[in-house]
């Protein structure tokens, strides 16, 4: 793994050169396409898999990171066109890639944990920096705050790890070791705030109505799955504590149903795509706690669809608001008749988000609740409650936002440029392509 950071490292000087932008962006394009191309080579324990501490597991992941912050740069060109501090922008961007590479890539606990709260301090700074209003200054302190008192216990659990067995590897983490419950709530709730879960939810929909663009992008794309990867790491000490996952499930499926009702109340584009998230992945930890093979392997395909369907509906929510003014839905409404050509992106997107096929977000959920269905009989009556308002808000958002008279305020705005139909396209494309190959992807583990 140290092999492949000297390359990035050697990058943070080129985020302050004139003329980067564009050149960083390339660079991270063209290896997000080695890694994609080069998979046989990265996801075994072989010669490279060992080098780069990549497995079937963290292969994905990683994947989507250098993914999703290609898309980052493409999508803040407002930061470029403005002259307000595009370098410092960019080291923060490469900053959190390297993070990010460095905890899908960690083989031990302590390094995961190290970089799994380093993530932290470029998201924090890009949203205070580069957010929308003063209330930013709140959410990157709601954010901190959060992730930080619930990892702490985590790092309790971590030493507790290296004096029972003399390691912190994730591979000699074992069912039958000296657990007890304190312990395992000390590994797991870091990931479930993270994720989040139900009822410690209340920081996302802030950090992101003030991120900008590009904040959103990586909360909702990368970040959230950070709590969702470790909990799948941690499988060995969930299993040995079986009876407990009744509870999680529980919280996921009634937490869900009710945020689905907020969902269907919210009058802000990114509020309500925001809380939209914490309904999906409260199936994905439903999933987990199912201890089953069909849950692992849906929450990890759901993970990875939710992350490109995401970032894709927070890119329409900014190209909207650039637009508009407003993130407001009494504002932006009727934009099929400003901007026709956008409104099919609107509308495969929203698509997807509902998981119609032929998404990854379908091959996702249909794991998921195989998993869940499978667990108990009393789970399908909240799978059915979540899946028919999961698509009543999506449809909200979509008719609300493209159907009905335009407001009157708002007088002309442009179609779209290329380089937005490209941003949205390069969301698009990965999301429908990767089901032709889910008979591979539910194979990988």
Known sequence: ???????????????????????????????????????????????????????????????????????????????????????????????????????????????????????????????????????????????????????????VGIFYVFSSLCSVSFFLLSATGDFNGFFYFCMIFAFLVKMPMFLVHLWLPSAHVEAPVSGSMILAGVLLKLGGYGLLRVFPVLTSFFGLGVVWVSISLVGGFLVSLICMRQTDLKSLIAYSSVAHMGIVIGGIMTFSYWGFCGALVLMIAHGLCSSGLFCLANISYERTGSRSLLINRGLLNLMPS???????????????????????EIGLLNSLVSWSWVSMLFLVVLSFFGAAYTLYLFSYSQHGSYYSGVYSCSLGYSREFLLLFLHWFPLNLFILSGDVIMLWL
């Open 1 to 155: 793994m140290l092999s492949f950071l000297f390359p990035l490292f050697f990058l943070i000087p080129l985020c302050f050169l004139s003329g980067s932008w564009w050149f960083l962006h390339s660079l991270f394009f063209i290896i997000s396409f080695l890694f994609f191309f080069a998979f046989p080579c990265f996801t075994g324990w072989g010669s490279l898999g060992h080098m780069f501490g990549c497995d079937y597991l963290s292969y994905g992941l990683i994947l989507l990171s250098f993914w999703i912050c290609v898309l980052m740069i493409m999508a803040s060109d407002s930061v470029l066109r403005s002259y307000y501090h595009p370098g410092l922008f960019l080291f923060f961007v490469v900053l959190l890639v390297v993070f990010l590479f460095c905890t899908f890539g960690s083989v031990s606990l302590f390094s995961f944990y190290l970089f799994f709260e380093s993530s932290l301090i470029p998201t924090v700074f890009i949203i205070l920096g580069w957010g929308y209003q003063p209330e930013r200054l709140q959410a990157g302190i709601y954010l901190l705050f959060y992730t930080l008192l619930a990892s702490l216990p985590m790092l």
């Open 342 to 364: 956008m409104s099919f992106w609107w509308f495969v997107l929203s698509a997807c988000n509902m998981a119609a096929p032929p998404s990854l977000n379908l091959l996702g």
